[in-house]
């Protein structure tokens, strides 16, 4: 039942701003590691933000400074404002959950859907 939807995503011009919401529900606690991850035509899949239960943040060094990770655990959302968007960051978002703090870099109990960043020059 436990289900992530993101929300946010659109068309932008370079040096613009988004702000992606990720709500989860049908988990009765607030998973322990969130993460932000995107994945671009071409592309691996990468590791945007990773954020803790309470809020401790690790940044890829690609947006360090310019994206920020935040959650509302009393409204099970996740939230990554991202501003001075560069075409380089046109990619699909994921958010994905996982109760556990141990585990392997990417492995993930669930993942939304994605939603579309698409940044023009």
């Known amino acids: 039942q436990v289900q992530l939807v993101e929300s946010g995503g659109g068309l932008v011009q370079a040096g613009g701003s988004l702000r992606l919401s990720c709500v989860t529900s049908?988990?009765?606690?607030?998973?322990?590691?969130m993460g932000w991850y995107r994945q671009a035509p071409g592309k691996q899949r990468e590791s945007v933000v990773i954020?803790?239960?309470?809020?401790?943040?690790t940044y890829a060094d690609s947006v360090k400074g310019r994206f920020t990770a935040s959650r509302d655990n009393a409204k099970n959302t996740v939230y990554l404002q991202m501003n001075s968007l560069k075409p380089e960051d046109t990619a699909v978002y994921y958010c994905?959950?996982?109760?556990?703090?141990?585990?392997?870099?990417?492995?993930?109990?669930?993942w939304g859907q994605g939603t579309q960043v698409t940044v023009s020059s």
């Open positions: 954020i803790t239960r309470t809020g401790i943040t």
């Open positions: 994905a959950a996982r109760y556990s703090y141990l585990g392997e870099a990417g492995r993930y109990d669930y």
């Open positions: 049908g988990s009765t606690f607030a998973f322990n590691v």
